[in-house]
């Protein structure tokens, strides 16, 4: 259980699901939409080239993480004469919004609904969004311990801050955001030793970036795990879940078919091999052909994921303890949920799941940090041709970020 601020204390003093409701049926319907996440990989034929990237060395480049996270201030669209229309047109804007906007068009009278009654009562519009999820320590995700924090991380606080002084531009309350982290909610998934401790001490640096840069009383980061078993339903509705799933998965193509693809999805997070050759050669072959402990491991962290994600959606635990939040992805998908980049739009992997990596070309082009860094697999870091420097924080082992010398 996290700790926190009096801000994020004040949060979860206030979650109250109602308990003693009748249990939701586990339809397959219900088990499908859950599994909608689970997205179909491709299976890979070719061995790569692998470069190892270094851990230790300490690199000569000075590092200055404040260069350019300074706020990029969004002014709301033009012609717009009341708050609730100004502050959504600001949640709109391209900086922050991920995906194309036709895909929540129709939801966006919900959205401005929610932003109204908070302008209303004057109270600051609260956003929740699903995130931090501690890293990737896989090889090829990150390839550095859970509870690392890194330019990722301050890129996604960066961002935070962007939409809080955009809205308090026009709005006084002010945009206060609720990151619920599912680093504990998804601790089941991952195998390496001290796990629990481990993803503790990734939130807890996460809330420290926030508190140097300014965000302790707009930013709370609280702890999924501890809202959802707040539902008293909860477990029962997660086992059940998992029953009709594994059911399922030994009847119905489509939902095996997922379940190997969230199966094989999951090798980044149960650090099962710290040697990236090895790692490479598993992935590259078909998932039945991976070896059998591999796959014992991968599938019943799916399991859990998958479980836990279907529980989470029949019971609609997060809307249920923030009923008057509007409520934020990190995947755009057609509800009403504002769709948001964490770091930037050329960033497809999550900050925690992959490594930044400053472009050289585009850095000394701009001079700007924050528009020449792409998150990316570490794994795919380490197929270049090019030159790849790695820069270390004073004391720290692991890089605080990569740069990538561009050839062309």
Known sequence: MLGGSPL????????????????????DAAILAGLGFAR???????????????????????????????????????GLDNIPDQILSILLNRHFRK???????????????????AVEEQRPVTLTLLALAGK????????VP????????????AQFRDMITSVCQVYAPGLQIVVMSDALAYVGIRTAE????????????CRAIREQMGLRDYVAI???????????????????????LQVLKDNVPEVRERLASLSRAMYPYISIDDDPTAAFQIIQVPYDSWPEAVRVQCERAAMSFASFTVAQYLLGVSTRAFPNALRGTVLPKNAPQLPLHLTSDRSVILPYNGVPVVSSRRLEASGCYRSSTTIIHRGTLMTTSDQVEA???PGDRYPHYYVHHNKN
């Open 146 to 157: 859970i509870q690392h924090t890194d330019l990722g991380e301050f890129l996604v606080m």
């Open 8 to 27: 994020e204390l004040g949060i979860m003093q206030d979650v109250r699901l109602e308990r003693g409701l009748p249990m939701p049926p586990v339809t």
């Open 136 to 143: 990737a320590a896989g090889p090829l995700g990150s390839g």
């Open 391 to 393: 820069v270390y924080r």
């Open 194 to 205: 001290g796990t629990e401790k481990n993803l503790i001490g990734y939130v807890n640096g």
């Open 99 to 117: 995906g194309p906007l036709t895909l929540i068009e129709q939801y966006l009278p919900i959205l401005r609904g929610t932003i109204a009654s």
């Open 40 to 78: 179909l990989t491709q299976e890979r034929t070719e061995l790569p080239t692998i470069q190892q990237l270094e851990f230790g060395a300490v690199s000569g480049r000075p590092l200055d993480v404040t260069l350019d996270l300074k706020p990029h201030t969004v002014v709301p669209t033009k």
């Open 222 to 244: 609280v702890d999924l795990a501890q809202i959802t078993y707040t539902e008293d339903r909860f477990e029962s509705v997660r086992l059940a879940a998992a029953q009709r």
